[in-house]
C-alpha cells in the first residue's frame, strides 16, 4: 500500500495531525461509500461516517424509478460509520422533516469529532447539527453540488439567506467549476475553497475482459451487430428528456445506428410506443440496472447521452462513469458536469438545452464524426486525459487541505 496522503497548509507548509473528521450524509450511496473507504486506506485520516437513512442498503421505493430497490455493491464495508435512528414518520430526503435524527449530535459527541464534514444543509437534522457545532466552537466544512447553470441571478434575499446559513462553515469543497461559481455568488470568498472533485470508483469503472465479454452477450441479444450504439441510462422522468432524445434520434434515418435505453420511470410506456411506432428505427430498451451491470452497458456504446434540462443535473456522475469506460458523452449545457468533462471536439459533444433543434442537430454531427476512421480511439485518449484528475485521490488532496486550513 502506497505512503498515506499527509496534511498540509494550504501554502504547502509541513505535515501536521488532522482533527478526527465525523461526516454526516443523509445515507449511503455508490459514489460516496468508496471514497471513504478510499479514504481509509490511503489517508493517515481519522473519520467516521454518521447516516442518517437506510436507503441504499435496505431495499427502499425510489419514487422517480418507481422502483424498489438496494444497491448491489458494498457500501458499508472498510470504513468507520454508524446509522443514526431515524424518528421521521416518513424518511427520505424528499422533504424537510425526512431527515430527523435527535441523537446525532450526542453521538458525534461521545465520538470526539473535532471537526464535522456535512453533506446538505436542507433538512431538520442539518440544520440542528449546524446550530450545535457553531454554539460549540466545533468546524464545519461542507461538500455540496449546486449551481446557478439555467437559473435567474439569485434575488437579494435569497443571496442574503443563504450567505447566512454558508457563513456557519470554516471551509467549503467544491465539486467543480459551476459549483465553485454557485457559492461565490454566495458570498463565499475563495480562500475558503476547495477542490474536492465528483468521483467515482475507478475499481469498478474500468474496462476488463469481463465486462467486455457481458457488453458483447448484450450486443447479441438486443440484436445491434456492429452498429454504432448511442446510450441513455438513468431515469425515464421529464427533467432528464429521454423523450426528446428518443425523438431526436427518430427525426432522421441512421442506417448503420442503434439507440438503447437503460433505466425505468414514469416516462417508460410512452417511450416504448413511440418507438414502436417506428418499427425501421433500431431502438432497444433494458430494465434499471444496478451499479455492478453498468460497466457492461457502457461497454455496449459509442456514445453516452445525458441531455437533461433546467437545473436538475447539478453533475451527472453517469458521464464520469461512462468516461471511464472510454466513451464520449453529448450533454446540455445544463448538466452541472459540463464545463469540467464535456469539452467540444475532445471528450464529446454539448447542445444548448433551450433550443429545440440543437439536440438533433448535435446528434447527428457525433454520430458523423464517430464514423471517422480513427475518431474514436483519438477521443478516448483524450478522454482518459481528462477523467485522470476527477478522482479519490483528487477529492482527498482537497479535503485534507481544507482541513489544513481550519488551524491556519
Not at 445515507?27 to 436507503?55: D, G, I, K, M, N
Not at 422533516?97 to 461521545?110: F, Q
Not at 447539527?129 to 461542507?142: D, K, S, T, Y
Request: charged share 20%; aromatic share 10%; with cysteine.
Amino acid at each position: 500500500m502506497p505512503a498515506p496522503i499527509g496534511i498540509e497548509t494550504r501554502a504547502g507548509g509541513p505535515a501536521k495531525a488532522a482533527p478526527r473528521l465525523a461526516v454526516v450524509v443523509s445515507h449511503p450511496t455508490q459514489y460516496y461509500s468508496p471514497w471513504f473507504r478510499w479514504l481509509r486506506e490511503h489517508t493517515a485520516l481519522e473519520l467516521r461516517v454518521f447516516y442518517l437513512w437506510e436507503s441504499g442498503v435496505r431495499p427502499t421505493r425510489d419514487r422517480l424509478f418507481g422502483e424498489t430497490f438496494a444497491w448491489d455493491v458494498d457500501l458499508l464495508s472498510g470504513y468507520d460509520h454508524e446509522f443514526v435512528p431515524n424518528v421521521a414518520s416518513d424518511p427520505g430526503t424528499h422533504h424537510f422533516g425526512g431527515l430527523r435524527n435527535p441523537s446525532l449530535t450526542a453521538r458525534i459527541r461521545e465520538w470526539g469529532a473535532q471537526a464535522i464534514l456535512l453533506f446538505g444543509y436542507r433538512y431538520a437534522a442539518h440544520l440542528y447539527l449546524i446550530a450545535w457545532a457553531r454554539a460549540r466552537g466545533v468546524p464545519l466544512l461542507f461538500r455540496g453540488d449546486s449551481h446557478l447553470i439555467g437559473r435567474a441571478k439569485p434575488s437579494v434575499a435569497a443571496r442574503i439567506a443563504l450567505g447566512l446559513t454558508f457563513a456557519q462553515f470554516r471551509a467549503f469543497l467544491h465539486v467543480g467549476a459551476a459549483n465553485h461559481d454557485y457559492f461565490r455568488a454566495f458570498g463565499v470568498p475563495e480562500s475558503k475553497l476547495f477542490f474536492a472533485p465528483h468521483s467515482v470508483d475507478e475499481g469498478l469503472f474500468r474496462p476488463s475482459d469481463a465486462h467486455r465479454a457481458e457488453a458483447s452477450a448484450l450486443r447479441a441479444s438486443l440484436g445491434l451487430g456492429g452498429k454504432r450504439v448511442v446510450l441513455f441510462a438513468g431515469k425515464f422522468v421529464p427533467a432528464k428528456q429521454p423523450a426528446q432524445l428518443l425523438e431526436a434520434y427518430l427525426s432522421r434515418p441512421r442506417p448503420g445506428t442503434a439507440i438503447v435505453f437503460v433505466g425505468d420511470g414514469s416516462e417508460r410506456p410512452a417511450l416504448e410506443a413511440r418507438a414502436a411506432a417506428s418499427p425501421g428505427a433500431l431502438v432497444r430498451f433494458l430494465p434499471f440496472a444496478n451499479q455492478s451491470e453498468m460497466p457492461s452497458r457502457y461497454m455496449l456504446a459509442d456514445l453516452f447521452v445525458l441531455p437533461s434540462s433546467g437545473s436538475y443535473e447539478t453533475w451527472g456522475l453517469a458521464v464520469n462513469e461512462a468516461m471511464h469506460m472510454g466513451v464520449p458523452c453529448m450533454v446540455s449545457d445544463r448538466v452541472g458536469c459540463q464545463r469540467d468533462l464535456v469539452t467540444p471536439g475532445e471528450t464529446g459533444w454539448v447542445f444548448e438545452a433551450g433550443d429545440p433543434g440543437a439536440m438533433e442537430a448535435t446528434l447527428s454531427a457525433a454520430l458523423a464524426e464517430l464514423g471517422s476512421p480513427g475518431r474514436l480511439e483519438r477521443m478516448r485518449e483524450s478522454i482518459g486525459e481528462r477523467i485522470k484528475g476527477y478522482s479519490y485521490a483528487r477529492a482527498a488532496e482537497g479535503l485534507l487541505a481544507a482541513l489544513a486550513a481550519l488551524g491556519a
